[in-house]
């Protein structure tokens, strides 16, 4: 079992193979964690806004898509997919509370410090263990028809941080329409707000976290949560 990293475009079956595409979005996320120690403030802010925006849309689609098609086609799939979605329920929640946080906050360097350690970590693990058993698994076909459906889901996914909604299949898929909608256009109007006059950017961003706290109404649907496992549950005091 070899890893991602060391393999050709061609060894991972092509540009559109499932593999070649993850490996795409890793080195994109790696040069983006490399650039955040030498940022501060607003230029910080926007960088960290664009990991997460890559983040979570590529991991929705992880969870849509590639680990269901994992617990299909491995033994022990149940369980090594078990242990990613953990690994992203934690990325999820520390990149909540750094969400929380204000720029000049004493933990947010901690808590930066310890989402890149996580996003490390998870690519790690996908590259170097879950992919190559998935390649093991299936033949090249499959690899690039996964790629697509990845692709296509990874494109209208939700961005944003949803900490309560279920990490699977059905409450993950029902989530993905209302969520994005939210998601996406906060992405707008959070962009244009920093590109505008002061005034205007204030009530565009007041736009913004309006919708925030639909969205985080969204996510409190019963619907939402089923397929939910336990490991990845937040109890409801603890909820962010
Ligand atoms: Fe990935
Ligand atoms: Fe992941």
């Known amino acids: 079992m070899r890893s991602l990293a060391d393999q050709t475009v061609e060894?991972?079956?092509?540009?559109?193979?499932?593999?070649?595409?993850?490996k795409r979005d890793h080195v994109k996320l790696d040069e983006l964690l490399e650039q955040?120690?030498?940022?501060?403030?607003?230029?910080?802010?926007?960088?960290?806004?664009?990991?997460?925006?890559?983040?979570?849309?590529?991991?929705?689609?992880?969870?849509?898509?590639?680990?269901?098609?994992?617990?299909?086609?491995?033994?022990?799939?149940?369980?090594?997919?078990?242990?990613?979605?953990?690994?992203?329920?934690?990325?999820?929640?520390?990149v909540a509370a750094l969400e929380r946080s204000s720029p000049g906050d004493p933990d947010r360097p901690e808590l930066i410090d310890r989402t890149v350690t996580m996003l490390r970590q998870d690519v790690r693990d996908e590259e170097d263990e879950l992919l190559p058993r998935l390649q093991d698994a299936v033949d090249m076909k499959a690899l690039r028809r996964l790629g697509m459906s990845w692709a296509v889901v990874r494109r209208t996914a939700p961005t944003r941080t949803h900490p309560i909604v279920s990490r699977r299949p059905p409450g993950q898929t029902l989530s993905a329409l209302p969520l994005s909608l939210t998601d996406r256009t906060r992405d707008g109007l959070d962009y244009a707000s920093r590109r505008v006059p002061a005034p205007v950017g204030k009530g565009l961003t007041a736009a913004s976290q309006g919708l925030g706290a639909l969205a985080r109404r969204i996510e409190q649907l019963p619907p939402l949560r089923v397929g939910e496992r336990p490991e990845t549950h937040i109890p409801s005091q603890s909820r962010p």
Request: proline share 3%; with cysteine.
């Open 11 to 22: 060894e991972l079956g092509g540009r559109w193979s499932i593999l070649t595409l993850q």
């Open 36 to 94: 955040l120690p030498a940022t501060s403030g607003e230029e910080q802010e926007e960088l960290l806004n664009r990991i997460c925006r890559l983040v979570f849309s590529h991991a929705f689609a992880e969870e849509a898509v590639l680990w269901p098609a994992l617990r299909r086609t491995i033994e022990d799939g149940e369980e090594l997919t078990a242990r990613v979605e953990q690994e992203h329920q934690e990325i999820t929640e520390l």
